[in-house]
């Protein structure tokens, strides 16, 4: 199983450029997330989705866009990007359920928008 | 109100010494997850240790052990025996349930410096 992947692993953007940054699982979960992490806040929720086909809105919303047409992937589109958007973004998946669930995190895209 | 406090922003511990690393959280669920996880300076998340909020006994995985105190909402990891490849951050994560969406928090994060 590769996990969760994420690419690009970096990536420079001019301000107003769109771009999507890609996530993929392979172990069949449910849930999947995208945070960002910015230094001294943690990591911040921004969208996240229960299945296929479903998805809702985090802390951190505005200016991102998703959608989940299979259960393996999740893409997190910018549509115009700004340089408050500069941070480091993670994917994150878990099975559905309460228990000990764990969250299988993505190795991050490092996103610098100038 | 924040739902996951971490009030250390940096901590120094020597090696082959414990470390306390706290954590406290906020909600009104009563079926709730508290997880621990560390991040390297190479940036990955790597998972420690998860304590249900009906879980009777403390969780240990390891070096690690996480201190629940349910009526003070604390849930503070424990590091025994510290090593230099345990310099890192810690985050505190709470998955609420399933009424408010089970949702993931996590907190600000400590830096941990183990010194030789």
């Known amino acids: 199983n590769a996990g969760v992947t994420q690419t690009p692993k970096f990536q420079v953007l001019k301000t107003g450029q769109s771009m999507t940054l890609q996530c993929a699982q392979d172990?069949?979960?449910?849930?999947m997330s995208w945070y960002r992490q910015d230094p001294g806040m943690g990591l911040r929720l921004i969208h996240y989705s229960v299945g296929a086909g479903i998805t809702d809105q985090g802390e951190v919303p505005n200016g991102y866009n998703v959608s989940r047409s299979t259960t393996e992937d999740f893409p997190l589109r910018l549509l115009s990007a700004a340089p408050s958007q500069t941070s480091v973004y993670f994917c994150?998946?878990?099975?559905?359920?309460?228990?000990?669930?764990?969250?299988?995190f993505g190795p991050g895209t490092r996103l610098t928008v100038t | 109100a924040q739902k996951i406090t971490q009030t250390q922003p940096g901590m120094f511990v020597q090696e082959k010494e414990a470390v306390t690393l706290d954590c406290t959280y906020d909600t009104s669920d009563q079926s709730y997850g508290l997880f621990w996880y560390k991040q390297p300076s190479s940036g990955e998340m790597i998972f420690l240790i998860y304590q249900g909020s009906y879980d009777e006994q403390n969780a240990t995985e390891g070096r690690y052990s996480l201190n629940f105190q349910k009526a003070r909402k604390s849930a503070n990891l424990v590091i025994s025996a510290s090593q230099l490849g345990d310099s890192a951050m810690y985050f505190c994560a709470m998955r609420e349930g399933p009424n408010t969406g089970n949702q993931f928090y996590f907190g600000t994060g400590t830096s941990l410096t183990v010194i030789p």
């Open positions: 172990m069949n979960h449910e849930y």
């Open positions: 994150a998946s878990r099975p559905a359920g309460t228990g000990n669930y764990e969250q299988y």
